[in-house]
């Protein structure tokens, strides 16, 4: 993400459930939903370049943040997937805490345990999964260098 984020304008998901879920996460610092863990996730655009941002469930995996692509179980991935298959460069915010991030879609041999990880902090994951018929991508996100 080259722009400087403080000066660009990011536009929250036009989910109407995600963008609330975006102004509690905002109001709360960081803590909409006790006893889950969630994060705030920008990515750029891979058409209009612009700044998108969304809410996730996450855990952590010793200094990374795991993520789940599971768009509710829909046929397709969301779009903040998408873009960071185009550009893994992202802006994370945990709690209060927001810093530059790459992301990158778990491979095959760290699949199995993270995606146990992320069914054990939100067991939906596996209700979804069962709705499509693609493999819900994890997603693994660490602090830029």
Known sequence: MEETEETAEVIDSPDAWVAGHIRRFLETDGRPRPGIDDLLLTTRGRRSGRLRRTALVYVRDGDRYVVTASNRGAAGDP???????ADPSAVVRVGTEEFAATARTASAGERERLWGLMVEAMPSYRDYQGMTEREIPVVILERAE
Do not use: E, K
């Not at 779009?79 to 298959?85: F, G, Q």
């Open 79 to 85: 779009a903040w997937y998408l873009n960071l298959v």
